[in-house]
């Protein structure tokens, strides 16, 4: 008789799995189990259990949701983590992450801004603003300092959670700021390149308050993989504040009278947003060509 569980994380041939609470280790049945990305952290197998907490798993179900890369399935909320300093954060490459976590079909986009106790006040109101107003809730948080890490807990109450962004954001020092017991491995950031190094060697689900959080290795860039350019005007949500282009579809570049390029040039669209919208837009066309 086989059980259902959730696959914690992957390493060579032996997949970790979670079975009612308990933590299992499981081969697999058949050649197409084997093939690359059919088995995933996140996602939920049925499990044939046998001795000294072994099993073997026959199947996988339905994935509802899957994160490209790091490659996590069966998400239901993501956090972008950006650092407000140390490194500093770049407009483009935070829309870079937030349109893959768009595209992935994860319900639940949170943007957390870490090392906020780096900068003061009016420069977090102004970091954070651009996101705000395309609706995303935004957590400035300091892991050195706990503030914020209360909030953020209550984020990721019962939800499977992804910790994505870009090394040095500070992805690690939040989870161990808010369960020390995890015991991540934390890097310092680098003088010489301004990024973090890579602290985090693959991705794992983590238990975590009702719930799984996943730490997942930092990349400075993303490619946008997948991403066709006239979908990329969905994964800014705030576009659709902004109805009424001349023409349909608009690709909200080079088209005269574009209600969302107006709304960029009056100061009614962040302009770091609709900066990052062009710079990727021109990043995928280059790439199709």
Not at 71 to 82: F, G, H, P, S
Not at 130 to 139: I, K, S
Not at 210 to 226: I, N
Not at 241 to 256: A, I, K, Q
Request: glycine share 8%.
């Amino acid at each position: 008789m086989h059980q259902y569980g959730r696959i914690l994380k992957v390493y060579n041939s032996v997949v970790h799995v979670s079975v009612d609470g308990a933590e299992m280790l499981c081969k697999l049945r058949g050649k197409s189990m084997r093939r690359r990305d059919a088995l995933l952290p996140g996602d939920v197998v049925r499990v044939v259990c046998g001795t000294d907490s072994e099993g073997v798993i026959e199947g996988a179900e339905p994935r509802t949701s899957l994160l490209a890369r790091p490659r996590v399935a069966n998400l239901t909320q993501i956090v972008i983590t950006a650092a407000a300093a140390s490194p500093d954060p770049h407009p483009l490459v935070v829309s870079r992450f937030l349109v893959l976590a768009e595209h992935s079909g994860i319900r639940n986009i949170v943007l957390c801004i870490n090392k906020i106790d780096l900068i003061d006040g009016e420069a977090a109101a102004r970091l954070c603003a651009p996101y705000e107003a395309a609706g995303y809730p935004v957590l400035p948080v300091s892991a050195a300092e706990g503030t914020g890490i209360a909030a953020l807990r209550e984020r990721l109450s019962g939800e499977i959670t992804v910790f994505a962004g870009p090394s040095g954001a500070g992805k690690s020092s939040l989870l161990n700021a808010m369960d020390s017991s995890l015991g991540l491995a934390v890097g310092a950031v680098s003088e010489k390149i301004g990024r973090g190094r890579h602290t985090t060697r693959r991705a794992e689900l983590l238990p975590f308050a009702d719930g799984y959080v996943v730490d997942t290795p930092g990349f400075t860039q993303q490619e946008l993989t997948g991403v066709a350019a006239d979908d990329l005007a969905g994964c800014f949500p705030e576009f659709l504040h902004f109805l009424g282009c001349r023409f349909t579809p608009c690709s909200h570049s080079h088209e005269p009278d574009c209600a969302v390029k107006a709304a960029a040039e009056e100061g009614r669209l962040a302009c770091e947003r609709y900066d990052a919208y062009i710079a990727l837009l021109k990043e995928i066309r280059s790439a199709r060509k």
